[in-house]
């Protein structure tokens, strides 16, 4: 049997973020301990991100709380059915209580560089050089993030480049972007315009991210351009929402880049659990999100060092951060 407990969190971010909808001060999600009869807790993470998330905060609080007397009942549901935040969550609790279930220890990181600030890292060459690939965020001028592509090409010309646009372009406004740029100059373009039926009329290396919350298998077939599938359990569920699409993409031999919503040190260690799972060893993940955040609370304490996120297979929450709900 099960003792469950439920909590809200509340991080402030170390900079306000700003994104297509709006802009991101302060990171609120649910924690979800699951304590056995040893006194040894599991812990999983329910944070859907405004903006991109299907489902509100409310909503997947609302729903997970009325899941909880089966988890402590140990009764068999499936996850598959429940929202995206709340699979994925529920998910990792119950996985972390499997102790052969293993975190890795390490895994590489994709350096996160916030809209408008190309700075942002830069001022450390050598902190950014430890990094094996680098995601810029767009801005809302195609050309100008053309020529910040063109300075990270000439300083780091060996490290993947990134190039995350959230669709703020529309089609018009991607092909300004494409033809600012030489072949090879950037490797990834996640969401290039806001016109998902024209993404296969482009010639960059096109990536899927929040697209996939809201089209099917046989739409991601269409686009022959595509160079990566972006998963976040936190949009997309855990393991048993997300199967169809991670075994379609084995199959096709489409890479997969695992991604965080600057969920905390609980969610990103079981995102690097699901991206080992996987096979994508040697794939940087979305995880540079950690340093965003004003602190962690799990303890001990997530640590990205030379674009390398290390975790801990063993790990607490400080619920002294937190506010108990159930």
Same mark, same amino acid.
């Given at each position: ?6 909590? &809200? ?50 909503? *997947? ?5 009325? $899941?909880?007397?089966?988890? %402590? ?15 994925f969550g529920i998910e990792s609790a119950l996985a972390g209580c499997d ?47 053309? =020529? ?10 060996? &490290? ?7 669709? &703020? ?21 996640? %969401? ?43 949009l997309l569920g855990g393991r048993q929402k997300i199967k169809a699409l ?10 997969? /880049?695992?991604?965080? $919503? ?12 699901? *991206? ?5 060893? %040697? ?7 950690? &340093? ?11 640590? /990205? ?7 801990? =297979? /063993? ?9 108990? /709900?159930?």
């Amino acid at each position: 049997m099960f003792r469950a407990n439920v909590y &809200r969190y509340e991080i402030p971010l170390v900079k306000t973020l700003e994104f297509a909808w709006g802009s991101l001060e302060v990171r609120k999600g649910l924690l979800l301990g699951l304590t056995d009869d040893n006194d040894i807790t599991s812990w999983g993470e329910i944070a859907p991100l405004e903006g991109y998330s299907l489902e509100t905060l409310e909503e *997947a609080e609302e729903e997970l709380l009325r $899941c909880v007397s089966n988890l %402590e009942r140990e009764e068999l549901f499936e996850t598959s059915r429940l929202l995206p935040s709340v699979s994925f969550g529920i998910e990792s609790a119950l996985a972390g209580c499997d102790r052969m279930n293993i975190f890795p220890s390490k895994w590489p990181c994709c350096m996160l560089m916030p809209e408008g600030e190309l700075g942002f890292g830069l001022d450390d060459i050598d902190v950014a050089s430890s990094f094996t690939a680098m995601k810029l965020k767009a801005s809302d001028d195609p050309e100008s993030t053309a =020529n910040d592509v063109k300075v990270l090409r000439t300083l780091y010309p060996d &490290r993947e480049i990134r190039v995350d646009v959230n669709r &703020r372009w529309t089609f018009e406004e991607a092909l300004i972007f494409q033809d600012a740029l030489e072949e090879a100059e950037v490797d990834v373009v996640e %969401e290039p315009c806001n016109d998902f039926e024209r993404y296969h009329e482009l010639t960059l290396p096109v990536a899927l991210d929040e697209s996939l919350t809201e089209i099917s298998i046989v739409d991601i077939f269409a686009i022959k351009n595509l160079s990566a599938v972006i998963i976040k359990p936190t949009l997309l569920g855990g393991r048993q929402k997300i199967k169809a699409l991670l075994d379609y993409c084995r199959s096709e031999n489409i890479p997969v /880049i695992f991604s965080s $919503c600057f969920e905390s040190g609980v969610g990103l260690r079981h995102i690097t659990r699901m *991206a080992k799972d996987f096979g994508q060893h %040697e794939v940087p993940g979305g995880f540079d999100t950690l &340093r965003f955040l004003s602190y962690d609370i799990t303890e001990p304490s997530l640590e /990205i060092s030379k674009g390398v996120l290390f975790t801990n =297979n /063993i790990f607490g929450v400080d619920t002294s951060k937190l506010e108990k /709900i159930y």
